[in-house]
């Protein structure tokens, strides 16, 4: 039997002795904190309230790991005012202007994700956003900016995820789905998620695999700016939805022959980065002041006077990059 997603056992402990009553307990700042209009629920998706998302939250020790992280004291705010578009913002009081996790979902069925007609009529959670960042932190080397990205994430990717799947499994559905829109956002969910096209599934696999295209974060890069070549082939990153199966009969989906047939084949496609492209392409401007290590300099050959050891430009004059194509 095809297995469903599974989460840590620590943060499953936690869900299977969680009083259901404290999730739609009452919430004494309501009015400071829930966005709804007028004669609107309170409730996210029937179970969740402010309060109760924050007492849960607290129960995973989630929020003490983000006040760990120099956020100060966090906020939990649930906007209701789309009652089909709960959205969940985590904003600590040391950044109070910018959350550091914004979440937006909404329920559908499986036919508007993707799913085949003998699937179609299942509930499914939408992920339409998903926002993770430390507003405080800048970039560096160690961690440089990724496609999409403004400001480094927060080390808590793989928890958040696991919670999302647990809401769902709290909601009811029985799949959650999104659309991840970079390389390197689908590698993260691939620990919880498949693609529903099996060949693009394996795809994401081949490319994780082969050591030749690290580090991941410039396979991202080239992927985004059009620097990646199969046979030949200019390709770039596909946002095809992926699903995490709450339940068995979506799981099956993901073992039908046809499935593990396009996987297969999936995996076996090569790649190759375009590295004359990558070099015209690559966004110096984004990354970090100082060196680049000596391995991204070796292979991209950082324009004249873009970097030095102060980090500061020795030259205005950097090659303009011909984006046609892209």
């Known amino acids: 039997m095809a297995e469903t997603t599974r989460v840590q056992p620590r943060l499953w402990r936690v869900y299977r002795r969680l009083d259901p009553g404290i999730l739609t307990s009452d919430d004494p700042e309501a009015e400071l904190l829930l966005d709804r209009r007028e004669g609107r629920s309170g409730l996210a998706f029937g179970v969740y309230t402010r309060a109760g998302l924050e007492k849960a939250l607290r129960a995973y020790g989630t929020l003490e790991r983000l006040e760990a992280r120099g956020l100060g004291k966090i906020d939990v705010r649930l906007d209701l005012s789309d009652g ?11 950044y109070p202007d910018r959350p550091c996790i914004d979440v937006e979902l909404r329920e559908t069925s499986g036919v508007e994700v993707g799913f085949p007609p003998g699937l179609g009529r299942i509930p499914v959670l939408y992920l339409e956003s998903l926002l993770l960042q430390h507003p405080g932190a800048t970039f560096d080397w160690a961690r440089p900016p990724l496609p999409e990205q403004e400001r480094p994430g927060l080390s808590l990717s793989q928890e958040v995820l696991q ?20 390389f390197h956002a689908a590698s993260i ?33 080239a992927l985004e700016l059009g620097c990646v070549r199969r046979q030949g082939e200019r390709v770039g990153f596909a946002p095809d939805p992926m699903a995490a199966p709450l339940s068995h009969r979506v799981a099956g989906y993901f073992a039908r022959p046809a499935w593990v047939r396009a996987r297969r084949r999936g995996r076996g496609e090569r790649h190759a980065l ?4 990558l070099r015209a392409r690559f966004p110096w401007e984004r990354m970090p002041a100082g060196d680049p290590p000596a391995s991204l300099r070796a292979r991209l050959v950082p324009p004249r006077g873009k970097r030095t050891h102060s980090g500061e430009s020795e030259s205005a004059d950097i090659v303009t990059e011909d984006r046609r194509g892209m």
């Open 163 to 182: 919670l999302l799947v647990l809401l769902a499994k709290r909601v009811g559905v029985e799949a959650l789905v999104l659309r991840p829109s970079t």
């Open 189 to 221: 969910y691939a620990g919880y998620f498949r693609f529903l096209d099996g060949r693009a599934q394996g795809r994401l696999e081949s490319l994780r695999a082969d050591r030749a295209l690290r580090p991941l974060w410039l396979l991202s890069w």
């Open 84 to 94: 089909f578009r709960p959205r969940i913002c985590l904003v600590g009081r040391a």
């Open 274 to 277: 375009d590295l004359p492209c």
